[in-house]
């Protein structure tokens, strides 16, 4: 019976009479089939210590690759991949991917590359996701987005040897293609004070998120930097059926707010209608800001006054870097537009 290279001590595959392949190289250092070509073709993306695993398992094995294998692992696959956890029925009525994948496809499209995309639905099939990509050699890189807090990704990445491009706001520790969330959000809630709002409350999305933490931070610190009281914050999901819930916690308590702030337009839009549904008047008894500037805004009523991101600009600048990271090549400065704050018609002058 042979005994399994990957076995603490076990005989090498060579011992058995049969040749030992890159997939026991993998499987006995415990990486994927791309992380050993990795290093065999001096490509970057693998670290020191995973590097070393490598080594050290093909010298166990008295593994090394052929000529032709070296000439294939050449070939490239001109694809960059996007993983999008969310559950289907919630990324239908989100914005900003549609917009951001537009972004991507205009940027990579421009350079030969094209974009593979999946949807899934948990932790477990994002990384089953990532794990095939690394080991069908199906992309030569992928964009994250949706950073999470103590988000393990990056590294998880690294060890697979996938060149990864993360999008998210400036965070500090992180190197990332992003905007400043913040800027729009303090703008908001001085323009609402500006109206003699002092009740201005938050409609957050959900905690896991950074930018979701971002967005809440930045509100708090903008009604700290005017003196005025803390207001109060109810958490949602970025969906409308989660918008109106929070909305409807906010206006529920004994002092309502005059001014809520949402983390995105989605929610914001449906706040809008939980309060008319109430008899409230929007902007005369409550203002209502949102954030993204998703195309419907100009177009409901009242119209959306929002925190406007170039999402199509961001996702070009995004396949940019990462079609140098996987060229090694040094990636143009990205200079995103920064965030604009729209009036419209949502937001007037605190009810006395």
């Known amino acids: 019976m042979t005994t399994d290279a990957s076995s603490p001590g076990g005989t090498p595959q060579a011992a058995t009479g049969r040749r030992p392949t890159i997939g026991d190289v993998a499987e006995r250092a415990g990486v994927s089939k791309s992380a050993v070509s990795f290093v065999f073709n001096d490509r970057p993306g693998v670290s020191v210590v995973v590097r070393e695993r490598i080594l050290r398992a093909a010298g166990d094995l008295g593994w090394r690759p052929s000529a032709r294998a070296r000439a294939l692992s050449q070939s490239r696959s001109q694809t960059m991949g996007l993983v999008i956890r969310r559950a289907p029925e919630l990324l239908s009525t989100d914005p900003f991917f549609p917009q951001f994948v537009a972004g991507v496809e205009t940027g990579l499209s421009a350079r ?4 593979l995309l999946q949807v899934v639905a948990d932790d477990a099939a994002e990384a089953a996701a990532y794990e095939r990509f690394a080991r069908e050699s199906r992309v030569e890189g992928v964009f994250l ?7 393990d990704r ?4 690294h060890e697979l ?8 706001p ?13 800027v729009g959000i303090r703008r908001a809630v001085h323009h609402l004070a500006a109206l003699g709002h002092r009740r201005i409350g938050h409609v957050a999305g959900p905690s896991a998120y950074v930018h979701s933490g971002l967005r809440q931070q930045a509100w708090q610190n903008a009604l700290a930097e005017l003196g005025l009281p803390l207001g109060p914050v109810a958490a949602s999901d970025f969906t409308g059926a989660g918008g109106t819930r929070a909305t409807h916690e906010l206006l529920d308590l004994p002092e309502r707010p005059t ?5 995105n337009d989605l929610m914001a839009i449906a706040g809008v209608a939980a309060a008319t549904s109430r008899g409230l008047r929007v902007p005369e008894d409550l203002s209502v800001v949102g954030f993204d500037d998703v195309p419907l805004a100009p177009f409901v009523a009242p119209s959306l006054t929002t925190v406007k991101q170039d999402v199509v600009t961001w996702g070009a600048a995004a396949a940019e870097s990462l079609v140098a990271m996987v060229e090694h090549r040094e990636a143009a400065v990205v200079n995103l537009p ?3 704050f729209i009036v419209r018609g949502s937001t007037a002058s605190a009810p006395v």
Not at 112 to 115: F, N, V
Not at 259 to 263: C, D, G, L, M, R
């Open 145 to 151: 987005t949706d950073m999470r807090v103590a988000d």
């Open 338 to 340: 920064d965030v604009e």
């Open 259 to 263: 001014a809520i702030v949402y983390a």
């Open 170 to 182: 400036p965070v500090e520790g992180i190197t990332a293609v992003g905007m400043d969330d913040g």
């Open 161 to 168: 040897g996938l060149a990864a491009v993360i999008v998210a």
């Open 154 to 157: 990056p590294e998880r990445l």
């Open 112 to 115: 030969g590359y094209a974009l």
